[in-house]
């Protein structure tokens, strides 16, 4: 698998697993619809600012990302490590914002509660047929 069929096999996944690290070292896993954009090494969610993923970020930036397909006979899961920015400047928040955005942030592109999340791919791991890749980036 290729860095550009990998990231063609993300886009077309309605769901994203992301995960941080709480305050204990413990991993936490969430799902979250799938990225608003891809750019490069760079994958591109929006989430509140208040939420709590938002602030272990923060304090640390390891990430992993999990997308998966399951088919009625073949599976396949693509599992990415790399680090997460929380990006609150405005030309980030206006170029992932989408129209709908407006029924979880009542102030719209501007709302204080809204921010981006910035992963950015290191390694990935591509599971198909009981076969594991490796890709570096």
């Given at each position: 698998?290729?860095?550009?069929?990998?990231?063609?096999?993300?886009?077309k996944q309605k769901t994203a697993f992301i995960s941080s690290i709480?305050?204990q070292g413990y991993p936490v896993i969430r799902a979250m619809l799938?990225?608003?954009?891809?750019?490069?090494?760079?994958?591109?969610?929006?989430?509140?600012?208040?939420?709590?993923?938002?602030?272990?970020?923060?304090?640390?930036?390891?990430?992993?990302?999990?997308?998966?397909?399951?088919?009625?006979?073949?599976?396949?899961?693509?599992?990415?490590?790399?680090?997460?920015?929380?990006?609150?400047?405005?030309?980030?928040?206006?170029?992932?914002?989408?129209?709908?955005?407006?029924?979880?942030?009542?102030?719209?592109?501007?709302?204080?509660?809204?921010?981006?999340?910035?992963?950015?791919?290191?390694?990935?791991?591509?599971?198909?047929?009981?076969?594991?890749?490796?890709?570096?980036?």
């Open positions: 698998m290729t860095k550009e069929d990998l990231f063609e096999f993300v886009k709480d305050e799938m990225p608003r954009e891809i750019d490069g090494n760079d994958i591109y969610f929006s989430t509140n600012t208040s939420s709590k993923k938002v602030k272990q970020y923060l304090a640390n930036n390891k990430a992993c990302v999990y997308f998966y397909k399951r088919g009625k006979i073949k599976y396949q899961g693509i599992t990415i490590k790399g680090t997460m920015q929380v990006c609150t400047d405005q030309e980030t928040k206006d170029r992932i914002w989408r129209f709908g955005d407006k029924i979880f942030y009542k102030k719209g592109k501007t709302d204080p509660d809204y921010c981006v999340l910035k992963f950015r791919a290191q390694e990935a791991e591509y599971y198909c047929d009981f076969k594991i890749e490796i890709l570096k980036f």
